[in-house]
C-alpha cells in the first residue's frame, strides 16, 4: 500500500479499510488531520485500499466513518448500520454445475459495507478485535491480533510507553510522599 499525504500523527495503512477509516480524521486541539477532508486525498485513499476513488464511495466513506467511530466506541449500537447492512445481498447465479452465491451491493453503500463485513469478521467468543486505544487521550483504534485478545495500546511506541512513563510517575510521586 503506498501512503499517499504521510503525516506522523497518522498510523501507516493496515491491511484493513475498516482500521484505516476509523483512524483517518484525528482533532488535535483545533486541528484537524482527516485523510477523506477533500476530495482529492479522499479519492487517494480509497484507491490505495483498492477501490475506484468515485464521489458516490468518498460520499459513503465519509458517512460511514461518522457512523463507525461512535459505534466502536460504544456510544451507539448496531441499528446505526442498518443502512449498509440492508444494501448487502447474495444473489443465485445459475450454472450448468448448480447454484452459486455471489454478493451483491449498492455501489452507493459498498465502502461502509465492505468495513461493516470486516467488523463482522472482527466480532467472536474473545469478543471485538477492533476497539478504541486505552489511553485516554489517544483517537486511534486498533485491531487485536494476538491469542489473548487483550491489547490495549494501538501503537506500543506511542500510547504503551507513555502509559508505562506515567504510572512509573504515579508510582515514584507514592513512594515519595
Ligand atoms: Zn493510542
Given at each position: ?6 503525516s ?98 449498492d455501489?452507493?453503500?459498498?465502502i ?7 467488523w ?58
Amino acid at each position: 500500500m503506498v501512503r499517499t499525504s504521510p503525516s506522523e500523527s497518522r498510523p501507516l495503512m493496515s491491511a484493513s479499510l475498516l482500521l484505516d477509516l476509523v483512524n483517518s480524521r484525528l482533532v488535535l486541539g483545533d486541528e484537524v488531520s482527516d485523510e477523506l477532508g477533500d476530495d482529492t486525498a479522499a479519492s487517494a485513499w480509497l484507491k490505495a485500499h483498492g477501490h475506484a476513488g468515485t464521489r458516490e464511495e468518498i460520499a459513503d466513506a465519509r458517512a460511514a466513518r461518522e457512523v463507525l467511530v461512535p459505534f466502536l466506541r460504544g456510544e451507539t449500537d448496531a441499528i446505526a448500520l442498518a443502512p449498509w447492512a440492508g444494501a448487502m445481498r447474495k444473489r443465485a447465479e445459475l450454472h450448468d454445475g448448480g447454484i452459486e452465491w455471489v454478493d451483491e451491493v449498492d455501489p452507493a453503500l459498498a465502502i461502509g459495507a465492505k468495513a461493516i463485513e470486516e467488523w463482522s469478521a472482527l466480532q467472536g467468543e474473545q469478543g471485538s478485535r477492533i476497539r478504541p486505544c486505552a489511553a485516554a487521550d489517544c483517537q486511534h483504534f486498533l485491531i487485536d491480533e494476538s491469542r489473548a485478545n487483550a491489547r490495549k495500546w494501538h501503537s506500543m511506541e506511542t500510547c504503551g510507553n507513555r502509559e508505562k512513563a506515567r504510572r512509573h510517575y504515579a508510582r515514584a510521586k507514592l513512594g515519595a510522599a
